[in-house]
């Protein structure tokens, strides 16, 4: 029989702790060896029951969430999942958790904790065994990246020509690291990364610093410009359309496909019936199978598509649905994605010329 995941739940609210232990209890492959009101208190019992997965709080007092985060990172590398408040500040300093190595995060409720904890039980113990399947890695801040910081160069392209991206646990740094490089002139791109409502803005805005293309949060009916990034809003499913010549964004709220919403089922295959050839399609780190049939429509349809290979990923749950169903024309680390679109589109871009 396979042993039970081991988790210890950090948080300085007696209440969440309570919560945390009442769900993962409730979980006939999973349980709470302890529970820790400080990342103090947190440092004994992790040396002394060694879990698999730490939940941790974003803020709390004696040592800050991601204070901690970062010397766990660098000492003992292991699993973390955070648990952080729904506001403008807490979706920052999530997204910078994510940066330091955490695997994925839970956002509290604003109103209603206890009922709305309870209510995401299956979402937080399907997030507690991605994470227990996880690679974790501390990304250096003083690190050279693999693809040279300085942009890669891309040919100019017609506007028909695209970049669709999915992602879902462990994306937000791949994405980053996808776009990142990426020159100002790149092809228009769409991504869809599970993330809930609140957190997409500024996951865009955070992108938005780091990268020489544009990116945003996507709107409804605007047109889908080169040298953009469009970010599906959270809790909203994105597709793409046409609006006479010009490609534009469509969203909206249907019933979650894969149990998500955004889906990026549903982006993919709106690129395959929009864009056919004219679109790359990238499916990245995720727990579960969103996206792999979709890239499978894509390649079907003529598009160039790309899964990232194992050893990058921090799970390797999509992309192996994805190959395993032949959707996926190459398999790339993710260090060189990057450089892999940029040389489809300048071959796309000899092909335009001859």
């Known amino acids: ?51 698999d997965v730490l939940t941790l709080d974003v803020e709390m007092p004696r040592m800050d969430g991601l204070d901690f985060l970062e010397r766990l990172m660098r000492l003992r590398p292991m699993p973390v ?40 039980a299956g979402m937080i113990a399907d997030k507690i065994r991605a994470a227990a399947q996880s690679r974790p890695r501390r990304q250096p801040e003083s690190a050279s990246p693999a693809v040279p910081r300085e942009a890669l160069k891309a040919p100019m392209l017609s506007s028909e020509k695209l970049i669709i991206i999915g992602a879902s646990t462990g994306g937000t740094e791949a994405i980053r690291q996808v776009l990142e490089p990426l020159p100002a002139n790149s092809p228009a791109i769409l991504v869809t990364q599970h993330m809930p409502s609140g957190f997409t803005r500024s996951f865009a805005e955070r992108l938005d ?21 469009y970010i599906a809003p959270g809790d909203w499913h994105m597709r793409l359309a046409r609006s006479g010549a010009n490609y534009v964004i469509a969203l909206d709220d249907t019933a979650p496909v894969n149990r998500h919403r ?52 921090v799970v390797f749950g999509m992309p192996k649905e994805a190959i395993a169903l032949g959707g996926a024309e190459e398999i790339v680390s993710l260090p060189d994605i990057a450089r892999h679109l940029v040389q489809q589109m300048h071959a796309s871009g000899r092909a335009q010329r001859v």
């Open 1 to 51: 029989m396979k042993p039970r995941i081991k988790v210890l739940c950090v948080d300085d609210s007696a209440l969440i702790r309570d919560l945390m232990t009442k769900i993962i209890e409730s979980q006939s492959d999973m349980e709470v060896v302890a529970t820790a009101p400080d990342p103090l208190v947190a440092r004994d019992l992790i040396k002394r029951h060694n879990p």
């Open 81 to 120: 999942l955070m648990v952080s408040s729904l506001t403008q500040r807490g979706s920052e300093i999530t997204l910078r958790a994510l940066e330091l190595g955490a695997v994925d995060f839970v956002a509290k409720p604003e109103v209603g904790i206890r009922e709305g904890m309870l209510e995401y």
């Open 209 to 229: 610093r780091l990268c020489r293309v544009t990116v945003k949060e996507a709107e409804q009916g605007e047109r889908v410009l080169p040298g953009h990034v």
């Open 262 to 313: 955004p889906s990026v089922d549903v982006l993919f295959d709106s690129a395959a019936s929009c864009a056919g050839r004219n679109a790359l399609g990238v499916l990245l780190t995720g727990m579960g199978k969103d996206g792999a049939a979709g890239l499978l429509k894509m390649r079907q349809a003529g598009s160039h598509t790309v899964a990232q290979d194992e050893a990058s990923c």
